[in-house]
């Protein structure tokens, strides 16, 4: 007999009594799935472009978009016009004869794709309505929505002014589509070759308050300047050139206003004449500073490198005078910025402006100004945190990526709650007036300063520098950045819920809204949990649970660093990982990134085994204990206590040897089949199972069931009867050859007695279900409220006879805050 025979012939003896559920999920012929299929049968073949190592290939191309470009502000009437010199290079290896625009200021138009595709009461929408009406329930429709429509009624939106006309000002041929416009060139663009050409455009500014739009202007009419003030923030705003690449061509989907913005590397010169009195902020430097700062800001500006805190460019007692001004003057302000993919801006005068210099050091950008605009509504807030943030966030994005490459770093306060463009962003929170003339902010409006200032800088490496496509993969942008912004936040307060752990994404994971992080961006259902949490957990469990830091942090790193100022794809960032690691990650790749799969591992019974000796004066003699401990019969214990004498009590002169002896006695022949045996074993093996037996250990049987489908790690604690613990992590790689459910022999020394086993003890999986991790069960604690039944709201129940006596009062009278 072998060794591996005689160790079927455990005894079994229940530690923890369930029945195992393994059956449950038994698979059926023909419905196996393969869990850890290769991913490389789904991703884009590599080429020359993109090589199989998830890097840019040798023949990697893209275009370069370079724009001259003169903007006026017209305050009054909230409107824009400007003229704009494009030169477009074209650096891929094919002719082109038409080159196409994103004209982002027509989707608003009533006739647009974005808002006639729009449903009521829809999933995903932001608000506009609740429900489907019914013939017993009506339709809800939200005072934003209502304003929102009655805006459209009032104002004519989209661009009303827009030519194009080549270097001599001829007009080219432009067809409108959508959002968008093809350019017909007189002659095709061959590879290699440039061209350049002039549009000039106008439009008016959308109020952003009552047109969600990720720009527009915000108006303050409480200002002490007659009609008030207004903040500029201004975004998507000129006609921009769409992306080609090597894997889509034209990138021409038209903007619906959920999957972002696929833009080109170019450089920018822009010149913004706005009234004398405001501020600008914006993408770029400054090329003018002697113009449009007076000498004392510029004596700031200077103080404000090497200063500990920041320093006021303008202070608050300067911005508050300025809104009392009106004038009829103008400035030009002029900003250059080179290898950008995008240009935005901000102006008024309620802004103050704040700066202090960063050394970061390196061969790249060794010195970085960050900086803040915003008006007294930002209070202490933005004056404590806004551009500490800024910094803070380069310091820590950096380390996981590279040197912040631009000269500036800049958060804007106004309308847009948060919003990235290359060098400055748009965030919202503010403070609030009280009569007393002062202003507070609680610590929910602190803490998204701090977390909405570090999310949208650190957009500018995630995708203004690594420049994903947001339109097609919104996760590949907020979902990276989102993990960075939590490692950042808990680097800032750990205290602060950042929301991208992954206990945070498990209601979402089991929910019926989940589609494939993998779904197009205007396709998915919900954005903020399938594009930003999801993605952001995924990543911080492969980094803590899956490949550790080191691993994950190198490979991380390689990838920024590979497409850094390139244009990756999901399929680069997939192989790199792996490339760089030396980890196979298609499993995870697929189960996370793919399905809509979640995560919940049972772990459904424990069984305790001891090795059988062979002898059977030991084993037959434990059989007969274990029999000794099982419950006696109630029938035979009631007997007994109501004095009721069996049939051998009462007749004891009667027996035979079957009475003397049980089932459990030991023969010789038996004895002999045991010594046989033992002489049968190879050498080894005799020395192998001698030393089992004497040393007696715990074998203990763990059944697990995947109910989620998605196949994780199966993280264990395991506690004893003498009061210690111990932790195992079983690979995922388990559930290789049986996706649905799976044994694991764990070992123990004799005395090393297991009591209880926990799954996931400290939530690194998101595992949607954690009651079911434990073995035994626990008791599940929850809450109960008592509540008084409320009275019938119907319209009969109104009485209408007793409240039409009520008096009318006069409306209160509102104090706005200064």
Do not use: C
């Amino acid at each position: 007999m072998s060794l591996k025979n005689l160790f079927i012939a455990v005894s079994l003896s229940a530690l923890l009594t369930t029945p195992a559920t393994a059956s449950a999920v038994k698979q059926t012929k023909g419905d196996f799935e393969d869990k850890f299929r290769q991913l490389e049968e789904i991703l884009p073949t590599p080429n020359d472009y993109r090589n199989a190592a998830g890097e840019p290939g040798k023949e990697y191309w893209q275009q370069q978009v370079d724009y001259s470009i003169q903007v006026k502000l017209d305050e009054e009437k909230r409107r824009l016009s400007a003229t704009q010199q494009v030169t477009y290079h074209n650096n891929s290896p094919y002719r082109l004869k038409y080159l196409w625009l994103q004209l982002e200021q027509n989707r608003f138009k009533q006739d647009s794709i974005s808002e006639l595709s729009g449903d009521f009461g829809g999933i995903g929408r932001r608000g506009p309505s609740t429900g489907k009406p019914s013939a017993d329930n009506p339709g809800k429709i939200s005072m934003g929505e209502l304003r929102r429509q009655q805006y459209y009624a009032d104002n004519t939106v989209g661009y009303d002014v827009f030519n194009v006309t080549d270097k001599r000002g001829k007009p080219l041929k432009v067809t409108i589509v959508g959002s968008q416009a093809r350019i017909d060139l007189p002659k095709a663009l061959a590879a290699g070759d440039e061209t350049s050409f002039n549009i000039e455009f106008a439009f008016n500014i959308l109020e952003e308050n009552a047109v969600p739009a990720r720009s527009g202007y915000e108006h303050f009419p409480d200002d002490a300047r007659e009609g008030g003030n207004d903040i500029f923030l201004l975004a998507q705003w000129f006609p921009r050139l769409a992306a080609f690449s090597d894997y889509e061509a034209w990138h021409n989907k038209e903007f619906l206003g959920r999957g972002e913005f696929t833009l080109e590397f170019g450089n920018y010169d822009v010149e913004m004449t706005v009234p004398a009195d405001h501020i600008v902020a914006s993408t770029g430097v400054l090329q003018n500073a002697s113009k449009v700062l007076s000498k004392e800001q510029r004596k700031r500006l200077e103080t404000a490198k090497t200063a500990k805190r920041p320093v006021f460019v303008v202070t608050a007692e300067e911005a508050l005078e300025n809104e009392k001004s009106a004038t009829s003057k103008s400035k030009t302000w002029r900003f250059s910025a080179e290898n950008v993919r995008d240009f935005a801006w901000a102006s008024s005068r309620k802004f103050m402006w704040d700066a202090k210099g960063f050394e970061q050091g390196g061969d790249e950008q060794e010195f970085v100004m960050a900086m803040s605009y915003f008006p007294k509504e930002g209070g202490d807030l933005w004056k404590k945190y806004s551009t500490e943030s800024v910094i803070h966030t380069m310091d820590v994005y950096s380390r996981y990526t590279f040197d912040y490459p631009y000269p500036v770093a800049i958060s804007v306060n106004g309308p847009v709650g948060g919003m990235e463009y290359p060098m400055i962003s748009f965030n919202g929170p503010r403070t609030k007036w009280h009569k007393d003339d002062t202003r507070t902010y609680t610590l929910a409006e602190k803490r998204f300063l701090i977390g909405v200032v570090i999310h949208e800088v650190g957009h500018n490496y995630f995708p203004m520098i690594v420049n994903s496509d947001e339109r097609q993969w919104t996760w590949m942008d907020e979902g990276l950045n989102s993990f960075l912004d939590g490692i950042a936040g808990r680097e800032w307060d750990p205290t602060i819920p950042w929301g991208v752990e992954p206990r945070d994404i498990t209601s979402y994971m089991k929910s019926d809204v989940q589609v494939p992080v993998m779904t197009q961006s205007d396709s998915v259902l919900k954005l903020g949990p399938n594009a930003y949490t999801k993605p952001a957990a995924a990543l911080n469990i492969l980094r803590e649970v899956i490949m550790g830091r080191e691993l994950f942090d190198f490979a991380f790193k390689e990838y920024a660093v590979r497409w850094k100022n390139k244009r990756p794809t999901p399929s680069d960032f997939f192989r790199t990982m792996e490339e760089a690691s030396g980890v196979d990650l298609d499993w995870f790749w697929h189960g996370w990134f793919y399905t809509t799969d979640h995560v919940d591992i049972s772990i459904d019974s424990v069984y305790k085994l001891r090795l059988d000796t062979k002898n059977p004066d030991i084993d037959l003699d434990r059989r007969r204990q274990e029999e000794f401990e099982k419950p006696s019969s109630y029938h035979v214990d009631r007997n007994k206590a109501a004095g009721q004498k069996t049939w051998l009590e009462l007749n004891p002169d009667v027996s035979d040897f079957h009475d003397k002896n049980d089932r459990w006695t030991v023969t010789n022949k038996e004895r002999n089949e045991y010594k046989k045996m033992l002489n049968k074993l190879e050498p080894w093996e005799r020395k192998a199972f001698e030393r089992a037996v004497i040393e007696d250990d715990n074998y203990y049987v763990l059944n697990f069931s995947n109910l989620g489908g998605l196949v994780m790690p199966i993280l264990l604690d395991l506690h004893f009867a003498d009061g210690t613990s111990e932790s195992m992590h079983i690979p995922a790689e388990i559930w290789r050859r049986a996706p649905k459910a799976v044994s694991k022999l764990v070992i123990t020394p004799k005395g090393k007695d297991l009591v209880s086993v926990e799954v996931d003890a400290h939530w690194e999986t998101a595992d949607v279900d954690v009651h079911n991790n434990h073995y035994p069960r626990k008791i599940i604690d929850s809450r109960i409220e008592a509540f008084k039944k409320e009275k019938s709201e119907k319209m009969e129940a109104r009485d209408i006879m007793h409240d039409s006596k009520t008096e009318l009062k006069e409306p209160e009278v509102k104090v706005y805050k200064k």
